[in-house]
Structure formats: structure tokens, C-alpha cells
Nanobody
């Protein structure tokens, strides 16, 4: 069973940048789709971005052009580079994996990282 450990995040002013990392342990990382979700206080967990096992990427419209997802199968990591951050990006960010293809539905994922806080101040 794969396990995920997240790092990165923190506090940044609007317009700044942060990088999140998700490192997997366990076999067959290259057969998983990896997604990032976020959950703002009092809100549901929502899809942000994903990269499937072929390297194809998807983004939430609100982050397209500002966030970049990248996977390194040799290191079993997926990073989310977040540029030009806005206060509305403030949330706890989670990475998650599922076999082969991504899904925007959190319920489709069985393995999650521990979450990391991102706070964007005005």
C-alpha cells in the first residue's frame, strides 16, 4: 500500500509563490494518478490539479496558468508549484493517489497525504 508524505506550504503574501511536495513510499508509483485537493475552512474538499500515469495534467480553472503540477517517477514525488497566489487560495492542501486515472471526486481516492496549510495574506 502506498503512503504519502507532504511537505511545503506556509504563509505568503498575495502575489507570492509556494511549492508543495508529495512523496510516495510503496510499489508501483508510476501506475497511479496523483491529484491535489484543497479544503478551505468551513468548505468541502475540492479538486485542484492532477497528473495521470501518462503525465497528462488537469487543472481547476481558477488555478490554471498559476499552478503547475509535475511528477518525478524516479523519486516517487509530485510537486505543485503555486505562483501568483491569491487570498482565495488559502486552504489545507492534500495530495491523493488512485490507480491509473484521476478523478475530481475526493471519494474516489483511498490514500491521502497528511495535509499542509497554505495561507495567503493580503
Amino acid at each position: 500500500q502506498v503512503q504519502l508524505v507532504q511537505s511545503g506550504g506556509g504563509l505568503v503574501q498575495a502575489g507570492g509563490a509556494l511549492r508543495l511536495s508529495c512523496e510516495a513510499s510503496g510499489p508501483s508509483f508510476d501506475t497511479y494518478a496523483v491529484s491535489w485537493f484543497r479544503q478551505a475552512f468551513g468548505s468541502e474538499r475540492t479538486f485542484v490539479s492532477s497528473v495521470d500515469m501518462k503525465g497528462e495534467k488537469l487543472y481547476l480553472g481558477a488555478v490554471k496558468g498559476r499552478f503547475t503540477i509535475a511528477r518525478d517517477n524516479a523519486k516517487s514525488t509530485v510537486e505543485l508549484q503555486m505562483n501568483n497566489l491569491r487570498p482565495e487560495d488559502t486552504a489545507v492542501y492534500y495530495c491523493a493517489v488512485r490507480p491509473s486515472w484521476p478523478s475530481p471526486a475526493p471519494s474516489e481516492y483511498l490514500v491521502w497525504g497528511q495535509g499542509t496549510e497554505v495561507t495567503v495574506s493580503t
